[in-house]
């Protein structure tokens, strides 16, 4: 027999995407883009930092946006998995370890992506201060061997969220130039904004066009379902200001596993 409606239903994942900037056009870039990657697999949900910057273009601003990521993990409903969407991956070891869900980054699931198979690959991204950023990410994610290069488009990230197309021959021309100057096999675009850049460029690229969100979401929908481990602190509670009660009650509750070991 046939499953039901509502059985087909019950087994849908939850993805949830983090934005961890406040621009409620990237928000809806993501969660479009997402739900269209997704299809029929999941019910994809999008939220927005509370606090922060409009986008995330300096450590300081990657280190506000980590917070913010916090705060929407321990706010967050039931879900399958959340993706933390802007190419810093900015608080993904942490909200990893706190987290009842499994936890996502846009950069670590892009890089991983795009160096499959041993294959070389190179960043075409916005923010040229960010290098150094990159440089470790794609270390901590064991593919900087594979990276050939980093190249920067003219712009900002706001720019690009409000007007793709201008930015699209650039795109192209500097893509084509990591394939035919440094050898790469594939090109990540490292952005937010970036999302579904790969139809803006089919037919136009010698080499597969990758970017952090799709890959995120297809790693997603990889993940076996699960349900959610409750989160239930015990013992001491120590002091916290201006943090949330549900944040202060995931790291609570790390802290009283810990202590169980």
């Known amino acids: 027999m046939s499953a039901t409606p509502a059985g087909e239903a019950a087994r849908r994942k939850r993805l949830l995407v983090i934005n961890p900037n406040t621009s409620e056009r990237i928000t809806a870039i993501l969660l479009s883009e997402a739900r269209r990657v997704a299809g029929e697999a999941a019910d994809v949900d999008a939220v927005t930092a509370p606090f922060g910057a409009a986008s995330i273009e ?82 901590v994610a064991g593919v900087a061997d594979r990276l050939t290069s980093i190249r920067f488009l003219d712009g900002g990230v706001l720019d690009l969220a409000h007007d793709r197309d201008t930015f699209r021959d650039a795109m192209v021309e500097a893509a ?58 015990g013992g001491a509670k120590k002091p916290r200001l201006d943090l949330s009660p549900a944040l202060a009650r995931l790291i609570d509750g790390l802290l009283s596993r810990r202590a169980g070991d």
Not at 124 to 138: I, P
């Open 176 to 233: 084509a130039a990591c394939v035919d100057q440094e050898g790469a096999e594939a090109v990540l675009f490292g952005g937010a904004p970036f999302a579904g850049v790969g139809r803006d460029l089919e037919g136009r690229m010698s080499v597969p066009v990758l970017e952090g969100l799709s890959c995120a979401v297809q790693q997603a929908l990889e993940l076996p379902c699960g349900v959610p481990v409750p989160v239930t602190p």
């Open 58 to 139: 300096c450590r300081a601003e990657l280190v506000i946006a980590a917070h913010a990521v916090l705060e929407a993990i321990a706010a967050a409903p039931p879900c399958d998995a959340a993706i933390i969407a802007a190419f810093g991956d900015p608080g993904l070891d942490a909200a990893a370890e706190i987290a009842p869900m499994p936890v996502i980054g846009l950069a670590r699931a892009g890089l991983t992506a795009a160096a499959a198979g041993g294959r070389r690959f190179a960043i075409v991204t916005l923010g040229r201060h960010m290098r150094g950023e990159l440089l470790r990410a794609a270390a």
